[in-house]
């Protein structure tokens, strides 16, 4: 079985985005290496801080960002890294070529209960002018612009799911060589599914639009959408992503007035963009009910999005309610 570095290499990858990409895995090694341990490594359970999301920090939220932002920010190619656990972008190397933004341990709710969580990453093309990575006006490009974007899903195995832009690739950790091994090249999802993901304890809150397409989709076949739908809510990304790509399926996490002034609970720029490239290169389709995520214009690196992804035909259907 081919080892991510050749298969980077027979891709076309440049060895410089190659490295970034393997300095990420090296810290995501470690971060299932930790998660394995659980209990034993005294590493469960919450710190007494908040991140800038005004979510409760998990010591492995913590952890996990460390190890990404020390080995990236070591990293020579890399002008700056933005994470979901930092208030403000961080400055790696002046002349480094990429930016990185990450989620280093998404759906950490489920840590404590032994669920699968998830390391979110994707790369940009720095501008090069003489902005350094601590000037979080460097990181704002649209989705479109992304180089590279994958994720690591922490589950029974640790799997890495990613691309270049040249389809979707998914790869094995191989614990004997401490290596990730390519397992299935060139996912697609099926264009067609009956099940959606979407957290129903939040219905109240949303859009008439989405409230009817749910009502429609839970008619099942006398419904208008004429088919009986099944459910499912991991509340982990990485993980209804991760479904949805190897069966179909649609994800929904849309605009809620929990919060009027938030455009989402998801954030674009470590959730809504890479999860779109995996998804769009796999031939699904990504939006925010009203257009593609990937062409969201970022004002900030913690800007939310609505999130409505997975088998085009489906996902056109949700579009559909919220532009007829
Ligand atoms: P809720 C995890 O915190 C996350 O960002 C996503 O991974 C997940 O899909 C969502 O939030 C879960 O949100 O409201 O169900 O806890």
Not at 249 to 273: T, V
Request: proline share 4%.
């Amino acid at each position: 079985m081919k080892r991510l570095d050749q298969v980077l290499a027979s891709d076309g990858t440049s060895a410089e985005l190659e490295l970034v990409i393997k300095d990420v895995m090296v810290a995501c090694k470690d971060i299932a290496y930790k998660l394995s341990q659980g209990e034993l490594a005294g590493i469960l359970g919450a710190t007494e801080d908040e991140n800038i999301q005004g979510e409760t920090q998990k010591m492995l939220d913590v952890i996990s960002n460390d190890l990404l932002k020390d080995i990236l920010c070591a990293n020579p190619f890399v002008k700056g890294v933005g994470s979901e656990e930092e208030d403000f972008t961080i400055a790696g190397h002046a002349d480094g070529k990429f930016l990185v933004t990450f989620d280093p341990l998404d759906g950490s709710s489920n840590i404590d209960v032994n669920l699968s969580v998830g390391t979110i990453f994707s790369i940009l093309e720095a501008p090069a002018d003489n902005r350094t990575g601590d000037d979080q006006e460097v990181f704002l490009q649209e989705g479109r612009k992304q180089v590279a974007a994958g994720y690591v899903l922490y589950g029974p195995s640790s799997l890495l799911v990613m691309t270049t832009g040249k389809g979707v690739n998914l790869f094995t950790l191989d614990t004997n060589i401490g290596e990730f091994v390519l397992t299935k090249p060139m996912l697609q999802i099926p264009e067609d599914t009956a099940e959606f993901a979407i957290n129903m304890s939040n219905q109240r809150f949303w859009e008439p639009e989405m409230k009817q397409y749910i009502d429609d989709c839970l008619k099942g076949e006398e419904g208008c959408l004429g088919k009986r739908y099944n459910m499912r809510w991991v509340a982990s990304m990485v993980a209804e992503v991760h479904r949805i790509l190897i069966r179909g399926g649609i994800f929904m996490y849309p605009y809620d007035s929990r919060d009027p002034s938030k455009a989402g609970k998801l954030r674009l720029m470590y959730e809504g963009n890479p999860m779109s490239m995996i998804v769009e290169q796999a031939g699904g389709a990504s939006s925010t009910g009203r257009m593609d995520i990937m062409d969201v214009e970022p004002k900030g690196i913690h800007d939310r999005v609505p999130v409505v992804l997975g088998s085009k035909n489906e996902v056109a259907k949700v579009i559909a309610y919220h532009t007829k």
